[in-house]
């Protein structure tokens, strides 16, 4: 342990993972909170460290999670990080053996996204009131979310260089910097013109911005900010369920699936590495159908 309480094998990892994957802050530092929240206990239940851990330490460990009422779907996150820092660590040669080689991940139900309907959607996107700069901006940006997928963050740090109207598509720099052109559609478009040609230059006082979607401070829109946005909105257009950006992300893929959409095409648009995390929308699809059939077959 250094100074402050930090393990420096989480942060060699951590480098490694950076340097190896290339991932984002924020995934960096789920990482790093887990293997220190983990590293913290060993050091105080078993006066351990991380790299002289054994099985039956990392199962108590996850066995105190499932004590404190953690889900599954929690311990499977801490024990995949397990899993990739004793390789790591097995790989450097820092360990002589891999400690949770052999534990079993729990049993996770598969979850079906939580989504709008069509009809709920069409809803929030009419909420903002457009005679307003920042109802205007709140449209396209609503419009831009339901047309593309995007991911909140990559929604938020857009630039206007990344957008192209005149080829009808934005470029975005998803997880691990990667890029990917999306459409926009003919209703974004329309909107986005419009909020560049009279709310974004209102909100910037005419000076010049370095983010697409601004507020009147001339700053980017934060995560915290658009959230609230979208609960306003979302009561404004009587829609009384959870609502967040995702939510919308979750409903654009839903929406084409439901449509006929290829699985891959809408892997691409959301910019899923991995085709298996798009598979969960095949499932909210046959979900669909079945209520269709409940509702209309005689015999259902």
Request: aromatic share 6%; charged share 25%.
């Amino acid at each position: 342990m250094n100074a402050d309480g930090q393990d420096p094998a989480i942060e060699q990892f951590i480098d490694a993972l950076w340097m190896e994957r290339g991932l984002a802050d924020n995934s960096l530092n789920a990482y790093r909170s887990d293997l220190q929240k983990l590293s913290d206990w060993l050091q105080t239940a078993k006066r351990r460290s991380l790299l002289s851990a054994d099985k039956a330490d990392l199962l108590a460990y996850l066995g105190v999670m499932i004590e404190q009422g953690k889900k599954p779907r929690s311990s499977a996150r801490v024990l995949s990080c397990m899993r990739q820092f004793y390789q790591y660590a097995l790989r450097e040669n820092q360990v002589s053996s891999d400690p949770s080689a052999q534990l079993e991940s729990p049993a996770l139900g598969r979850p079906l996204p939580k989504s709008l309907s069509e009809a709920e959607v069409e809803a929030l996107l009419k909420a903002p009131d457009e005679d307003t700069a920042e109802g205007l901006r709140d449209r396209a940006m609503l419009e831009l979310l339901y047309a593309t997928g995007l991911r909140v963050s990559e929604l938020i740090g857009l630039r206007p260089d990344q957008l192209s109207l005149t080829q009808g598509v934005v470029r975005v720099i998803g997880k691990g910097g990667k890029e990917r052109l999306v459409p926009l559609g003919d209703e974004a478009h329309y909107w986005i013109n419009n909020y560049l040609r009279g709310a974004r230059p209102e909100l910037l006082h005419e000076k010049p911005g370095n983010f697409l979607f601004v507020t009147r401070r001339g700053d980017g829109m934060t995560r915290q900010a658009f959230w609230y946005r979208i609960k306003k909105h979302a009561q404004t257009a009587a829609i009384n369920k959870p609502l967040s950006p995702h939510t919308v992300r979750h409903a654009f893929a839903t929406h084409l699936v439901n449509h006929g959409a290829d699985l891959r095409v809408v892997q691409m648009l959301l910019g899923h590495s991995d085709l298996s995390t798009t598979q969960i929308y095949t499932h909210v699809a046959r979900e669909r159908l079945k209520s269709v059939h409940a509702s209309h077959h005689p015999r259902a």
